[in-house]
Every structure is written in C-alpha cells, then in structure tokens.
C-alpha cells in the first residue's frame, strides 16, 4: 500500500483496523462461551491480516486469513464442539477479585515495558529507506521478497518446520483410526 | 506506521497475557496464547517494513509453529477432559499434592 497516495485515508484504515482488533481481542477475553470468544478472535485475526496489507506484506496477510482464521480456528472449533463446551456454564471461570487484580498489574506493568521499548532507537544505517518495502513489491510481486530468504538463508528452518508439520499430521492420522476402531 | 503497530501489539499482547491470567477455562487461555502470538507478528510485519523482508519470514516459522502447538495442545486438552470430565483449571489440581 503506497504512502504517498492518499495518506490521510491509509492513516484512517490503520487506526480503524487496529481499533477493531483491539475491541475484539478485549470482547474475546470477556466472553463467556468458548464459541463467542472463539468468533470474536476470528475477527481480530481478521483485522490483523488487514493491517498485514496495510504494513506492505500481502503474502503474510492472505496466509493469516487462510491458515489462522480458516485452519487453527476451526480446529479450536471442532474441540470446542467435540468436548460439548459450547453454551457458557452456569459458573463464570474468570476468576476473582484479587487474581483480576494481580493480572491488571502485570499488565499495566508489561504494557509500561512495552512502551518504553517501543521508544528506543535504532541505528540509521539498519532502517530501510521509505517506501522500500512498497517498491519491492512492484517489482517483485507479494511472494518473492519472502520467498527468497525462506529458500536461502532460512532454509534448514524451513526444512525442520516442514518436518515437524508432516510428522504431526502422520500422528493425526494415527489418532484418528485408533478412535474410530 | 512503525510506532503506531507497535502500540497496538502491545496492547493486543497485554490483552492475551490479561485473558491467560483472569481466564480458568484451559481452551480459552490457549486461544490468549494464540492472541499473543499473533500480536507478535504484527510486531515482525511491522518490523519487516523498516528493516527488511527476513521479519516475514519469522512470521511464516511463528504461524507453522502455532499451527503444530495448536495440535498438540488441543490432543492434550481433550485428553484432559475425558480423564476429567471438565476443561476448568481449578479442577485440575494434580500438581498440587
């Protein structure tokens, strides 16, 4: 997303989309059925993936909607469903008094952490020049800025992690023939 | 726009750190896992912007990893609940002696 053109309405639909994360991550952690907190997450996801676009990074934003919002989500989902936890019960499970106090100081605390680091400079020579990101897109398209990295410099990473994500889907498979007999 | 996704990582990841305090029900405080970790990436995307596309490529690693952990942490859970019959973490005091 270019800067330069309409800045004022980019400026707009950050802000707008970071608010929209921000009410639905808090609606999320006040819900009391699993499913309600579970859709309201969906929908920060989505916001996220927006603000991805916003940020020059298309491919990150399209995998965000397709493997958080479309594949995690809907596997939080089908435990929710499996194990029946869907209507909120009769007992809220948010805890008390004092643990809501404890947890509102650790995160007045990180957030003050949080701030302080993001005012911390970095050196000049490390920062890209403005609109590079953008630039490189147009030249390149969405995928080949990552997709060079990924294949070059990370790609024993990338080796382990599609190991990893194989052998776990070899096991799911296990499982669910066990299940089934 | 560096500062800006900054401050709404920030407040995303103390949100998810928030719900994982004050939540008892273990599939919610998995879900505040998956929040952080998202406000995470944006803190990577937002990065990658000023300092160079490798930042992306982390986001690609964080999501595969959340992807195996949601898996794993999920088989758990629904092991837990068939030993249990409940997902509250109150009731899940094998720890404590």
């Given at each position: 997303m270019a800067h330069g053109t309409l800045p004022l309405l980019y400026t707009f639909h950050f802000y707008l989309f970071g608010l929209i994360a921000i009410v639905s991550a808090i609606l999320f952690v006040t819900r009391r059925s699993p499913v309600a907190a579970a859709l309201w997450l969906v929908n920060t996801m989505f916001s996220l993936a927006a603000l991805y676009v916003l940020l020059d990074a298309q491919f990150i934003g399209a995998i965000q909607v397709l493997v958080?919002?479309?594949a995690i989500m809907v596997v939080f989902l089908f435990v929710i469903m499996l194990l029946n936890l869907g209507r909120a019960e009769a007992t809220t499970d948010v805890r008390g008094l004092g643990w809501k106090l404890i947890g509102g100081a650790v995160a007045l605390g990180l957030i003050a952490q949080l701030f302080a680091l993001t005012r911390s400079k970095t050196a000049l020579a490390l920062t890209l020049p403005q609109g590079y990101a953008a630039q490189q897109v147009a030249q390149t398209g969405a995928v080949a800025p990552i997709a060079g990295p990924l294949f070059n410099e990370y790609l024993l990473a990338f080796e382990g992690d599609e190991h990893s994500l194989a052998r776990r889907r070899r096991r799911r498979g296990v499982a669910g023939k066990t299940a089934r007999r | 726009m560096l500062a800006e996704a900054l401050f709404f990582s920030a407040v995303l990841f103390t949100i998810g750190v928030f719900g994982v305090l004050i939540r008892r029900n273990a599939i919610i405080v998995f879900m505040c896992v998956e929040l952080m970790l998202n406000a995470v990436n944006l803190t990577f995307v937002a990065f990658a912007q000023a300092y160079g596309a490798a930042g992306q490529v982390f986001v690609f690693f964080v999501m595969t990893v959340a992807a195996a952990e949601a898996a794993v942490g999920l088989a758990i859970i629904i092991a837990l609940f068939r030993h249990r019959?409940?997902?509250?973490l109150q009731n899940i005091n094998l720890l404590k002696g």
């Open positions: 958080y919002a479309g | 019959q409940t997902v509250n």
